[in-house]
């Protein structure tokens, strides 16, 4: 008589191989999908970042399922706004026949003095039905609500309404929505870097978990667990406020007088479809 462990084991398997397996994934988008605030010297533009994690995740699901191993490019540049996201980056992701597209813009043109919203977002409502009527399944972010963050929250109507526009938009297209309006756990100072606008390790590393739950993909990234952050007194916060003054807001402000942008001379980390090896954790797992 069966116990029922076997069972169970068989259909866990079973569960496993019925999951997507994607084998192009192609990552689109500025420094939030390149991967800034996730330092790695030893990949290309000295970058991990969640795109990485998720693409890493995918070569091992891959794996397990069998077949050709898969390949990830990643075109994503930092500081490039929406337009030219869909000027540099649609047609060379359209070449590499992807089956999967993530896209993420938006972001740099919520900080800009003024923008036409009802515009960029038709404008990306296109270039969305041009990714998924090429047979791609296509995961487009909704911006994030930094509602709680001193200086951002400046825009948080903005970017409410970009949303509320792109939530129908992404429909239409028949793309799949990755809420970053609504995740939980990113109103944690320590998610982010030190120049308050981009994820760090631990952000990054949640976003990946999102992404692949969004996905359907079994993956083995587990979300950070951190213990309550130590209050800082007075003093320290003062401290911290004006190093963030120094080494981010400045630069910055001094970047836009200029007309110039962080991803000057910064090209693609992958722009081609390139192999990503399993993580070694991942190796004996089911």
Known sequence: MSDGKGDLVDRHAQDVADRPVYRRYVALGDSFTEGVGDDDAARPNGLRGWADRVAEQLAAHAVHAGGPAPGYAN????????????????????????????????GNDMMRPSLDLDALVARYEEALCRLTASGARVLVFTAYDAGWAPVFRRLRGRTAIYNELLRPAAARAGADLVDYWNMRGFDDTRMWGTDRLHMSPWGHTLMAAEVLDVLG???????????????????????????????????WVGRRLRGASSGDGITPKYPVLTPIAEPAQNRNAV
């Open 75 to 106: 075109l994503a540049v930092r500081g490039r706004l929406l337009p030219q996201i869909l000027d540099e980056q649609i047609e060379p992701a359209l070449a590499l026949q992807p089956d999967l597209v993530t896209v993420y813009a938006g």
């Open 217 to 251: 993909v079994p993956h083995a990234v587990e979300r950070p667990q951190l213990p309550p952050a130590p209050a800082l007194t007075r003093s320290e916060q003062r401290d911290v406020d004006r190093e963030w003054l120094r080494t981010f807001l400045v630069p």
